[in-house]
């Protein structure tokens, strides 16, 4: 990937567990944060507004355990409007890795896109290639990080993941947590609904490590 420019625009937040080391053309997990991972149909624009989904960290562990990446997505427009800072989604973030590494798991990546439309900050007002239902945050993935999104995984609760998915040659997984797809967003049909992360990593496992 000599060609890869590692720099971060503005319109997007990473963070990177291992900088520097490729997945090798696996297949990987994006996962989209809320309603998936976290919060069930609320918000999260303070840390204290961050909640796990009962099972969901011990669901990105059985991931984490057979050697699927797990790329985190998640779309936090809320940054372009004001009702949320860069520095308070980090604090997110970090307390998301806690919470995780309770349960001995974690997220490989986590990619945010910052943009919105009608956003507030001049330069974080855009259409972004980053922003699902767009596929920047995949694109970037699989540059940075070697996985093959052809082989790989979505699963979210909104429209906008599933479309996402589709583009980039995902199968997708909608979860009835969160949104459970009501959010109208895009017209999009996922390959598969499930309860929630526990399910869809069920789905994935069998899927990868059908002999397992
Ligand atoms: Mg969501």
């Given at each position: 990937?000599?060609d890869?420019?590692?720099s971060?625009?503005?319109?997007?937040?990473?963070r990177?567990?291992?900088?520097?080391?490729?997945?090798?053309?696996?297949?990987?997990?994006f996962?989209?944060?809320?309603?998936?991972?976290?919060n069930?149909?609320?918000?999260?624009?303070?840390?204290?507004?961050?909640?796990?989904i009962p099972?969901?960290?011990?669901?990105?562990?059985?991931?984490?355990?057979?050697?699927?990446?797990?790329?985190?997505?998640?779309?936090?427009g809320?940054?372009?409007?004001?009702y949320l800072?860069?520095?308070?989604?980090?604090?997110?973030?970090?307390?998301?890795d806690?919470?995780?590494?309770?349960h001995?798991a974690?997220?490989?990546?986590?990619?945010?896109?910052l943009?919105?439309?009608?956003?507030?900050?001049?330069?974080?007002?855009?259409?972004?290639?980053?922003?699902?239902?767009?596929?920047?945050?995949i694109?970037?993935?699989?540059?940075?990080?070697?996985?093959?999104?052809?082989?790989?995984?979505?699963?979210g609760?909104?429209?906008?993941?599933?479309?996402m998915?589709?583009?980039?040659?995902?199968f997708?997984?909608?979860?009835?947590?969160?949104?459970?797809?009501?959010?109208?967003?895009?017209?999009?049909?996922?390959?598969?609904?499930?309860?929630?992360?526990?399910?869809?990593?069920?789905?994935?496992?069998?899927?990868?490590?059908?002999?397992?």
């Open positions: 990937m000599a890869f420019d590692f971060v625009p503005a319109e997007l937040a990473v990177i567990r291992q900088p520097g080391r490729s997945f090798d053309g696996v297949a990987a997990a996962l989209d944060r809320d309603g998936v991972i976290n069930n149909g609320r918000y999260v624009n303070t840390v204290d507004d961050f909640e796990l099972g969901a960290a011990d669901a990105i562990r059985r991931l984490n355990d057979a050697g699927i990446p797990v790329i985190v997505v998640t779309n936090q809320s940054v372009a409007l004001k800072t860069r520095d308070e989604l980090e604090r997110i973030h970090d307390k998301m806690r919470l995780l590494a309770d001995g974690h997220a490989d990546a986590v990619y945010a896109a943009a919105y439309p009608e956003g507030t900050i001049p330069e974080l007002t855009k259409v972004s290639k980053y922003r699902k239902p767009n596929v920047g945050m694109d970037r993935a699989r540059d940075e990080l070697g996985v093959s999104p052809e082989q790989s995984y979505v699963v609760d909104a429209t906008s993941d599933i479309l998915g589709k583009r980039a040659g995902c997708s997984i909608l979860v009835e947590t969160g949104f459970g797809g009501e959010d109208g967003k895009a017209e999009a049909t996922p390959d598969i609904v499930v309860a929630d992360l526990t399910a869809a990593v069920d789905l994935i496992l069998s899927k990868l490590r059908p002999n397992a």
